[in-house]
């Protein structure tokens, strides 16, 4: 019920802010008066919508991400444990020039950490308790610092930038293609009839599905990246035990129960075969273990 109640939150808030945006910029529809479509209204129209959804998504990622996972942030350590960890992401951050991030536990055994938040500023650095309980504080390290540079290398809004201009796209092509198979197919002459909406609704599931590939792509692509600074800032062998002690818990079947909307932003990820490898949110272990070891 909670992400039922998060996804008609976050939904309800883009109406908000894209009919309030449309009316500040004139734009109350893309149709002329003689039906043609006006593509600079329509362009306009498709914009505000995907960038209005990723970017309230952007917003409230620490909220949602809070809720959704159980993270309870630690406002003043109570074990030697929490004391450490909190101290070690003070420790990274300074080192990698951000701000401390809010810095949170969530109750999973299986081991899996993940950041996200807004800005660099304004961050959230999560573990799981079977990580903490598991892996040795110098692997811990490890998977703080790949978390920190997810943070510091602003990735979290270069997602979301990216994601924006692909749902614009993808919005604005699909309507095209479902005016035009009205007006050339289903005769409509003014306004919209059902094959616009049929086929618009369609075009845009065909074009997601195959957008969404770029952006699993660059997922794949930071995490080789956060890899790289994790290294730089605890040391390369650490990064690769912890990957070698993610690699043994998946192996072994033991993965993380992230819910799909953090699932990009873990340490560790589900990888596919064949076909599905193009919609992996991470490269496989062995590959990201390949690039440390050879310095990349």
């Not at 939904?11 to 600079?40: C, E, K, P, R, W």
Request: proline share 2%; aromatic share 10%; charged share 15%.
């Amino acid at each position: 019920m909670m992400r039922i109640g998060l996804f008609l939150l976050t939904n309800f808030a883009v109406l908000i802010l894209a009919g309030f945006t449309l009316s500040l910029l004139g734009v109350d529809h893309y149709l002329q008066q003689n039906g043609d479509l006006n593509l600079t209204s329509l362009l306009i129209f498709c914009a505000v919508f995907g960038f209005g959804g990723s970017f309230v998504s952007l917003f409230l990622s620490k909220f949602i991400a809070k809720k959704t996972t159980g993270t309870q942030i630690i406002e003043s350590p109570r074990t030697a444990d929490e004391q450490w960890l909190v101290s070690t992401v003070k420790q990274l951050s300074q080192q990698a020039g951000i701000k401390t991030p809010e810095i949170g536990i969530f109750p999973a055994q299986q081991a899996n950490a993940f950041a996200t938040g807004w800005n660099k500023n304004a961050s959230l650095v999560a573990v799981s308790q079977g990580l903490l309980q598991r892996f040795d504080r110098d692997e811990v390290k490890a998977v703080l610092a790949h978390e920190i540079g997810h943070v510091a290398n602003g990735d979290m809004v270069t997602l979301s930038l990216l994601q924006g201009v692909i749902n614009t796209f993808v919005m604005f092509f699909a309507r095209i293609i479902g005016h035009t198979v009205d007006r050339v197919i289903f005769k409509t002459e003014r306004g919209h009839g059902i094959g616009f909406y049929i086929v618009t609704f369609v075009t845009e599931m065909i074009l997601a599905l195959l957008a969404s590939m770029i952006v699993f792509a660059f997922s794949r692509y930071r995490e080789y990246r956060a890899d790289a600074a994790g290294a730089q800032l605890a040391g390369r062998g650490a990064m690769i035990r912890a990957l070698q002690r993610l690699q043994a818990e998946v192996q072994a079947g033991v993965e993380s129960p992230m819910p799909d909307s953090m699932k990009a932003f873990g340490i560790s990820g589900g990888y596919k075969q064949k076909l599905g490898k193009l919609f992996a949110s991470h490269p496989p272990l062995d590959a990201r273990i390949a690039a440390l070891s050879r310095g990349q």
